[in-house]
């Protein structure tokens, strides 16, 4: 046996891990396959000093790791209060109509409100983000979601830029706002994530958002990411997180609104519309 292994093992013998006996931690497997570079049927022969049967996978396991089924609510047949409350929000029309068109966006039959779709790399939808277009404020997620796949709009061609938003209002209204400039709306990558992220109060030992790591996987050619998250205390923290726990191979550049709490608030006071309470946060 490895002295440096024994030697941890008898300082430490409350932390090794017998896998065959199913006793103790795992400490003692971390440091054979993490330090020493076993394998792990390697580290578990050197534990035990003998071969152990990995156990079988219960069914319950096998099933968690299966797609989820999107249920996406029935549509509409037509999306006029879809495009009145995304026109209301100054969203340009233009960036609607794209919406519609690629099927990211759709009025729901039920409730009307406007559905978000997020798809995969074969197209296939995978996620749902409910918006309400009545004067009561509603925001939900369609059953059978999967956070890895939020609202997005890709680059034209393959961009290198990724603009992150909180929301996908947010991102058609960054949007807005680039088509008014005169700019191409479309050059860059727009995504946004699935809910408010919540990194842990160590910052290092958060993990970056499942939707922006996805999203990076499948746009290898990304290099540079622009964060426009919100201006209150959970869109700095996150920004904050996300800039320390990406890794150095990434540009990442912190973006908030000019003014107001998030792009939305800065497209309308940009275009002169009214804020609740007549804030400008």
């Known amino acids: 046996m490895d002295m440096k292994f024994k030697q941890w093992a ?4 409350e932390q090794r891990h017998w896998w065959s006996r199913n006793i103790g931690g795992r400490s003692a497997l971390d440091y054979l396959i993490k ?15 003998q071969a152990a049967v990995m156990p079988p996978v219960s069914s319950r396991v096998q099933e968690s790791t299966e797609t989820k089924k999107l249920l996406l609510p029935e549509k509409n047949e037509n999306n006029d209060r879809v ?3 995304l026109r209301g929000r100054g969203i340009h029309r233009d960036i609607i109509d794209y919406c519609i068109q690629t099927k990211r966006l759709y009025e729901s039959r039920d409730y009307h409100n406007a559905v978000f779709i997020g798809f995969d790399q074969n197209c296939i939808p995978r996620y749902g983000t409910l918006r309400g277009t009545s004067v009561r404020r509603f925001v939900g997620e369609v059953n059978g979601s999967d956070k890895h796949f939020s609202f997005s709009i890709p680059a034209r061609n393959e961009g290198y830029k990724l603009h992150l938003f909180e929301s996908a209002i947010d991102l058609l209204s960054y949007g807005t706002l680039e088509l008014l400039s005169g700019r191409d709306w479309r050059q860059e990558n727009h995504l946004s994530l699935a809910g408010i992220y919540k990194p842990k109060q160590n910052i290092e030992e958060s993990t970056p958002p499942a939707a922006l790591m996805q999203f990076l996987k499948d746009h290898p050619y990304i290099y ?26 990434y540009v990442v550049s912190d973006e908030p609104p000019k003014r107001g709490k998030d792009y939305n608030d800065y497209l309308k006071i940009v275009l002169g519309i009214r804020l609740p309470n007549s804030i400008e946060r």
């Open 35 to 49: 330090v020493r570079g076993m394998s792990l049927p390697e580290a578990v022969i050197q534990i035990d000093g």
């Open 224 to 249: 540079d990411i622009a964060l426009h998250l919100d201006n209150d205390t959970a869109g700095r923290l996150a920004a904050k997180a996300i800039q320390t726990i990406l890794p150095s191979n």
């Open 83 to 85: 495009i009145a409350y």
């Open 10 to 13: 008898v300082k430490q013998p």
